[in-house]
């Protein structure tokens, strides 16, 4: 595409005006990367230089240039357009965003039609397509959606923020536990949600009808204070005796979260999961070491709270009365270190 457009019309940038509006339309892929090459810039320049009256300058290009840590020419241009009103519209991220740099407004377009989890227009995931009116205060923008007008400044850094944390806090750390006997088997799920933001969340979290399990519980509603996790524990016994827990479908749930503060009203994501009846966050062993070579010193994390490490050093298998694990594991031999996490007569499967 980009040869034919050179075979055609020769430079892959260009620049026009239309009543009294500059509109410089730039190729931000132009050179090695993400840049403008020097002719890119000396083109620009000699643009400027030669309407210096408009009302106002629009420009155009596929990348947010101004957002990347190299600049690759974008400084220059912001030095040349120092002196007049202008607004950048950029696209590239399927995301979109609102930004104010050098007192004038720089867009990140989201999609029309294009590839994006369509999260909702306050994470900036939408198909829209932007409206912009030329007044003499300026240009005017609206982001039209098929069923709605947004403000332009719809996603800024600031609430960008906070919908990135949202993001993070719906992606649970969960975890499956069974007991350790077979005559009565039974489980709990662990879910951990961590808010990493400074205000609190709230968590709504019902789970279905399940044919095979008893819950104790099916509906909680916690509040996720600013920069805290809350860990749901979901306790569940089979239906029938003699029923092998792997056999059992999955639990399956609905879960909404949203902040608890009244100008992030629009931030909320909710979903329906299905989680297995298995295993799902490993003990982490630090280093890994296949083969004894030298002293080491073995580090185990686990990502839930409210559970013990125990652990075993020759090659058994580890029981509540093994080893709790409180600190670093020195290693002075070939060595089977096997490690199971335990809360009160649950266990996960052994992690070695």
Excluded at 30 to 56: C, K
């Amino acid at each position: 595409m980009r040869q034919q457009w050179r075979d055609r019309y020769g430079a892959t940038y260009y620049a026009f005006t239309y009543q009294n509006v500059l509109f410089l339309c730039l190729d931000s892929n132009d050179g090695d990367g993400v840049t403008f090459s020097d002719e890119q810039v000396s083109y620009i320049q000699r643009v400027l230089d030669e309407h210096p009256e408009v009302h106002w300058t629009m420009l155009f290009l596929h990348h947010p240039i101004w957002d990347y840590e190299d600049l690759s020419g974008f400084q220059e241009t912001e030095n040349g357009l120092e002196r007049r009103d202008y607004t950048v519209i950029a696209s590239h991220r399927h995301r979109y965003l609102y930004e104010e740099r050098n007192d004038q407004r720089y867009i990140t377009l989201a999609t029309t039609g294009g590839g994006s989890h369509l999260r909702g227009p306050q994470f900036g995931e939408y198909d829209h397509i932007v409206w912009i009116t030329m007044s003499l205060e300026g240009s005017i923008l609206e982001n039209i959606q098929l069923d709605s007008i947004h403000s332009p400044n719809l996603l800024n850094p600031v609430t960008r923020e906070y919908a990135n944390h949202l993001l993070q806090a719906v992606q649970p750390q969960q975890e499956v536990l069974t007991a350790e006997s077979d005559d009565q088997p039974s489980g709990e799920l662990l879910s951990r949600y961590n808010n990493l933001s400074d205000l609190p969340l709230q968590l709504e979290f019902h789970t279905f009808h399940h044919h095979q399990i008893a819950l104790t519980e099916y509906e909680w509603s916690e509040e996720i204070p600013a920069n805290e996790a809350t860990t749901l524990t979901i306790p569940f016994t089979p239906l029938e005796a003699g029923t092998d827990l792997p056999d059992i479908d999955p639990i399956q749930y609905q879960w909404s979260l949203c902040y608890q503060a009244d100008s992030l009203s629009g931030l909320q994501l909710s979903g329906t999961e299905k989680i297995p009846i298995e295993a799902k966050a490993p003990i982490t062993f630090t280093p890994t070491v296949d083969k004894f070579l030298d002293n080491q010193t073995i580090g185990l994390e686990y990502p839930l709270d409210g559970v013990s490490i125990h652990y075993t050093l020759d090659g058994s298998e580890p029981i509540q009365n093994s080893a709790q694990y409180t600190s670093p594991i020195s290693i002075s031999q070939t060595t089977i270190l096997k490690a199971v996490v335990f809360r009160d007569q649950l266990c996960s499967p052994t992690y070695e």
